[in-house]
T-cell receptor
């Protein structure tokens, strides 16, 4: 079973639409950390947000917002009024204390490719 | 402040050849790691290091070696390249470890023929 599931492989939206990228995770730990990274077409990976398992407050940063719900093991990412520059692959990631056969792992989802059409 | 640098940017190898991908950071980060990115697979951890002299395996370590003789450098060695190692390789560093923001290098695109 995947530890981090991003069920949406590709999403296309028209500019100015809102879009939500889903992330569902699986862990046995009570202490863990969740991340979102952005990979624009240029290829570099850019950190967006970090959230620890004890902080369920939603966070907003400009047009970006994140909804963390432990009850559903989800950490979803919403872009409001999308822009062409938001076109990228977005990765959700999980860091947990216990990860079975491989400790100290930061596990990434497979990514969601977002295309914003002008 | 260069951040995380990787060389080369592109490399083509023949099956069986060996080579070293270089990674360096100038942020005095203790934690460094190597990932490979394959289409539809996300990023998978190859090896990581929590400080000079300390390395450990990640999810997909077979066919790769690492060493960490200094805080700054974390080279990844391909012992005998195979077509299955065709991928984009990213090096990352973090001040406090995997629970914190990772700074990624620009990546190395490797093709093994």
């Amino acid at each position: 079973a995947q530890k981090v599931t991003q069920a949406q492989t590709e999403i296309s939206v028209v500019e100015k639409e809102d879009v939500t990228l889903d992330c569902v995770y699986e862990t046995r730990d009570t202490t863990y950390y969740l991340f979102w990274y952005k990979q624009p077409p240029s290829g570099e990976l850019v950190f967006l947000i970090r959230r620890n398992s004890f902080d369920e407050q939603n966070e907003i940063s400009g047009r970006y917002s994140w909804n963390f719900q432990k009850s559903t093991s989800s950490f979803n990412f919403t872009i409001t009024a999308s822009q062409v520059v938001d076109s990228a692959v977005y990765f959700c990631a999980l860091s947990e204390s216990y990860s079975g056969a491989g400790s100290y792992q930061l596990t990434f989802g497979k990514g969601t490719k977002l295309s914003v059409i002008p | 402040n260069a951040g995380v640098t990787q060389t080369p940017k592109f490399q083509v190898l023949k099956t069986g050849q060996s080579m070293t991908l270089q990674c360096a950071q100038d942020m005095n980060h203790e934690y460094m790691s190597w990932y490979r990115q394959d289409p539809g697979m996300g990023l998978r951890l190859i090896h990581y290091s929590v400080g000079a002299g300390i390395t450990d395996q990640g999810e997909v370590p077979n066919g790769y070696n690492v060493s960490r003789s200094t805080t700054e450098d974390f080279p990844l060695r391909l012992l005998s390249a195979a077509p299955s190692q065709t991928s984009v390789y990213f090096c990352a560093s973090s001040l406090y470890g995997r629970d914190y923001e990772q700074y990624f290098g620009p990546g190395t695109r490797l093709t093994v023929t």
